[in-house]
């Protein structure tokens, strides 16, 4: 009888899983649909006219479930939303916790029908920055690093530039191009990637050794359209001080660069986050760019993909598991130590639009 760890995932299999995802992310759905119905008989008044969903959604836990304590029903319903809750918990949190134990493996490469290594240690993570069998995952990270952060960087500026001068400015078009950029943001950007390739390959950028600079432009192209929640929190903060400003003969720029972005830190983290994260972790859009180029202009995640097929994925499936580690490290430290700013600039842009 085969293991679960080793079950390869045929018709059958794929539709089973997709069944227990849906029902977790029904469960989840349930759960606050009830804590919100819950809050609402207990104080008997209009969750939507005393209580935003910010509000609603940052009581404490107890405080949700203390509603029920009066009677053994509400013993039974609070047992049986914790058991589901962490049911949840350990139903998200285990893939993650198997790939970071199966890149502890030392005893073999291949897929085990067994969870906990039977000897431990970083043979793997030493494989991947030796650059080994023409494998060279330094060079990948390095490649998604560079693309990432100056991505990121660019698209920041140009969106909270945007931002500044859509929430500040009053020209002729204004609305018209707001809901313009609104609408045509909604379309996936895949939709154009015929065209965007013959533009790239017209100009040599496809599969040669500029074509990160190409993917590069690809990411940035189009970066206005995220305006949105920049200029909501924008909106929050007074226009007197740019008044104030104006008066003593500073200029829209000098205003920008000297009172509005020192005030926008959390809009800037947040804006930040979201530009690094999409280059970071996309492949169709680098694979169709620079797939087909040379090992060293490859970014990590097609580089890694390369290491799931059918003939290699026995030879470097503990290696792919390392290589997933590694690459989630960055980004769950820049959540981790930016996270309230990251929130703060959410909930800041979606009050005024």
Same mark, same amino acid.
């Given at each position: ?6 079950? $390869? ?34 104080? #008997? ?6 209580? $935003? ?29 914790y058991v589901l809750l962490t049911v949840i918990c350990v139903v998200w949190v285990f893939p ?23 000897? &431990? ?16 995952? @330094? ?29 500040r400015m009053r020209f002729n078009g204004r609305q018209a191009l707001m809901r313009f950029m609104l609408i045509l943001g909604m379309f996936p950007g895949f939709l154009g ?6 533009? @790239? ?78 280059? &970071? ?12 180029? #040379? ?11 390369? &290491? ?11 290696? /792919?598991?390392? #290589? ?10 820049? /959540? ?18």
């Amino acid at each position: 009888m085969k293991s679960l760890l080793s079950w $390869s995932l045929d018709a059958g299999a794929t539709v089973a899983v997709a069944v227990v995802l849906g029902l977790v992310i029904l469960a989840q759905v349930g759960v606050v649909v009830y804590l919100i119905v819950s809050r609402k008989k207990k104080y #008997g008044v209009s969750i939507s006219r005393n209580y $935003s969903p910010r509000r609603l959604m940052g009581v404490r836990a107890n405080r949700f479930f203390n509603s029920h304590r009066k009677s053994a029903k509400g013993y039974i319903v609070d047992a049986f939303i914790y058991v589901l809750l962490t049911v949840i918990c350990v139903v998200w949190v285990f893939p993650f916790v198997y790939l970071v134990l199966t890149s502890f493996r030392v005893e073999s490469t291949r897929i085990t029908d067994y969870l906990l290594p039977k000897q &431990w240690g970083l043979d793997n993570y030493i494989w991947l920055f030796n650059n080994t069998e023409n494998q060279p995952f @330094l060079t990948w990270y390095l490649n998604t690093l560079l693309i990432s952060l100056v991505v990121s960087v660019i698209n920041t500026l140009i969106t909270l530039l945007t931002a500044y001068a859509l929430s500040r400015m009053r020209f002729n078009g204004r609305q018209a191009l707001m809901r313009f950029m609104l609408i045509l943001g909604m379309f996936p950007g895949f939709l154009g990637m015929i065209c965007i390739y013959k533009i @790239l390959d017209a100009m040599g950028m496809i599969n040669t050794n500029i074509s990160i600079l190409g993917l590069m432009l690809v990411y940035i192209s189009g970066t206005m359209m995220g305006y949105y929640v920049s200029k909501g929190f924008f909106d929050t903060i007074s226009k007197s001080l740019d008044e104030a400003a104006m008066i003593d003969g500073a200029s829209r720029a000098r205003i920008f660069f000297s009172i509005i972005l020192p005030l926008s830190k959390p809009i800037i983290i947040q804006t930040l986050l979201g530009a690094f994260v999409g280059p &970071w972790g996309d492949y169709m859009m680098a694979n169709y760019i620079v797939g087909s180029g #040379g090992a060293d202009f490859k970014t990590v995640a097609i580089g890694m993909y390369n &290491w799931l097929t059918d003939s290699e994925l026995p030879k470097y499936f503990t290696r /792919f598991c390392a #290589g997933g580690v590694v690459v989630s490290i960055l980004p769950i430290v820049m /959540f981790f130590f930016m996270q309230r700013y990251y929130v703060a600039g959410i909930t800041g842009g979606s009050v005024k639009g």
